[in-house]
């Protein structure tokens, strides 16, 4: 099967690591995979198109539809991938009259518009990361439950190895993007937690949240302060290549998404917070929340009341020094995290959902089953006869093929 993953990337998310990982899985597979998006930032074993994906303006975008269909004649392409909106209304054009199929995965709450009620633009199926982003899109677009399959984020997790050392919330690592709600979030951590968490001498703090020329002013300024003051202890490192190897070691991540993924596969202590909001941290008794809500980053509503830094601040120091889940536990989440996320599991599903929307695009009109409850050889002695004898039957057969 060919494969062209559609992306529109101005800058690092969780799409992107997304496909970096379901791409390997689908080469070693002996799958031909393409990859379209407007920049990359990670290493994706797979021939790279760069095209504005992500302009509104009607003649880039046209231009890039042409480009798609030329990618897809010449390299014959089975299924287009869609990441994003912006790719969805990409490839719902280059698709028409083809034998192409799409699928989208929604890697969030989709932005409320009238035109996507009116027009489901996002292919033969739709893959939602979590329940939270499914039940959102039925809510909201009247997207049909049966082009919706829930099928959580790709995790390869021999990569990232169990650290079982004591977890005790001294070293930390708040881990996100500049961007939107999770760049509002970091910013007040910044003016509101850090402050605090800093006083303990023991403490110390990385910023892995992009680069700090995209926040406000008052938030380079706050942070500028603190690193004045604690310059041993804070840093800010922006993006890292290669996160996943070091983020065992770490006592707590605060993060949402793949991010608090990764941390608990290595054993870290998670406090999960995303762009819908806080969970706390990421235990037994929380973990079908944490599933629900890809790990604070969704909602079935929009984010609605203050957001509160103070109580995410209070509540790491309350658990400062002493190892906040066990273990055991820790364990216990790796588990729960194979069960759920391994790219072992997953990459099937997604192999399947392929073919049935190649299936759905090239067949569109239902097929009909019959059932038959019993074919013996003769007729029974059964006072509803709910049964066609063999001869019957092949004379059923016959017909149907004489009828195509």
Known sequence: MTILHLLSQLELTGAEVYVQTLAQAQLDAGHKVLIVSDRLHVDIP??????????????????????????????QVDVIHCHSRAAARIADIAIKKTAVAQVTTLHGRQHYSLSKRLKNRYGQYQIAICENVSLACQKEFKMSPWNIRIIRNPLNLEH???????????????????SGPKGER????????????????????DLICGEIEKYPTSIQEAFHNLEKKYSDRIQWKGHLKGL???????????????????????????????EYGSIGFVAKNNWLEALASNFGDIGIEAMTGPWSAQKVSASVLDFLGREVISVNERKELRARLEHDFSLTNIHPQILQTYRAALFKKNHPQPVPILMYHKIPDQDLQSVH????????????????????
């Open 46 to 75: 797979a021939p790279w198109v760069s095209l504005a994906v992500s302009s509104s303006d009607s003649g880039t975008r046209r231009h890039v539809v042409g480009s798609v269909r030329d990618l897809m004649d010449q390299h």
């Open 186 to 205: 970091i910013g007040e951590l910044i003016l509101q937690a850090l402050p605090e968490w800093l006083k303990n001498p023991e403490m110390t703090v």
């Open 160 to 178: 990232l190895e169990f650290d079982p050392s004591p977890r005790q919330l001294k070293k930390i690592a708040i881990i996100g993007r500049s």
């Open 244 to 274: 996943s190897a070091i983020m065992k070691n770490y006592d707590l991540v605060i993060g949402s998404g793949r991010v608090a993924m990764e941390a608990i596969a290595c054993g870290v202590n998670v406090w999960a917070l995303g």
């Open 385 to 404: 006869k709910i049964y066609v004898n063999k001869t019957n039957f092949e004379k059923h057969l016959k017909f149907f093929k004489f009828r195509g």
